[in-house]
């Protein structure tokens, strides 16, 4: 049981590059997430998928697309990388959202855009 | 619009001190109280909850507090140890329908021996 993992562990682009960042979990949850980390900001969400077939917007999407391939696969693209989008980049999956549901994260992908 | 409030944004305590971590909010919806814990390198991990039902939870030396009436709730290490050192984020969500935690900035602590 591996629980939430991410590939790759480390990116480095150059501005104006693509790339998609992918997210895979075991447990069989219906919502998936994923966020981004800056220092002094915390973790901010980007985007979320409740159920399979449906995706949210969250706090911080503008640069950002999802895909919720499967109940299993989120992934997060960027279709031109920015510096801005310099960060740590998140995971994270729930049994369903709303409370009393556990997020389980991922270990997270370094992103660097240079 | 930040949602919940978290302060301080770092700690410093003394091993076998308390630390103490306060959040605030606003969407008085609210009613699930997580408090998430990051290592250095790693993912955030549930570390203790809270339901606005009850004022105190306890696991260990780690201890909610809930303030409904004032909307703030806190968390409390006890006999802090360097292994405590991390990132501690408050969240807040709501148990009913399907929308996601609001996260605190988050909180570095350390613990010096």
């Known amino acids: 049981n591996a629980g939430v993992t991410q590939t790759p562990k480390f990116q480095v682009l150059k501005t104006g590059q693509s790339m998609t960042l992918q997210c895979a979990q075991d447990m069989n949850h219906n919502s998936m997430y994923w966020y981004r980390q800056d220092p002094g900001m915390g973790l901010r969400l980007i985007y979320y998928s409740a159920s399979e077939g449906t995706t949210d917007k969250g706090e911080v999407p503008n640069g950002y697309n999802v895909s919720r391939l499967n109940k299993r696969e989120f992934s997060l693209r960027l279709e031109s990388a920015a510096p801005s989008q310099t960060s740590v980049y998140f995971c994270?999956?729930?049994?369903?959202?709303?409370?009393?549901?556990?997020?389980?994260f991922g270990p997270g992908t370094r992103l660097t855009v240079l | 619009q930040q949602q919940v409030k978290q302060s301080p944004q770092s700690l410093i305590v003394q091993k076998g001190g308390i630390s103490i971590i306060n959040c605030a909010y606003e969407?008085?919806?609210?009613?699930?109280f997580p408090w998430y814990q990051q290592f250095p390198g790693k993912g955030p991990a549930l570390l203790i909850a809270i339901r606005p039902d009850v004022s105190e939870k306890k696991e260990g030396r780690f201890t909610i507090s809930f303030n409904k009436s004032a909307k703030q709730f806190s968390l409390h290490i006890m006999d802090s140890q360097p292994g405590d050192s991390a990132t501690y984020f408050c969240a807040a969500s709501m148990m009913g329908g399907n929308t996601p935690l609001v996260f605190g900035k988050g909180t570095r602590l350390s613990v010096i021996a």
């Open positions: 969407n008085t919806a609210f009613d699930y």
């Open positions: 994270a999956s729930s049994e369903r959202g709303g409370g009393l549901n556990t997020q389980y």
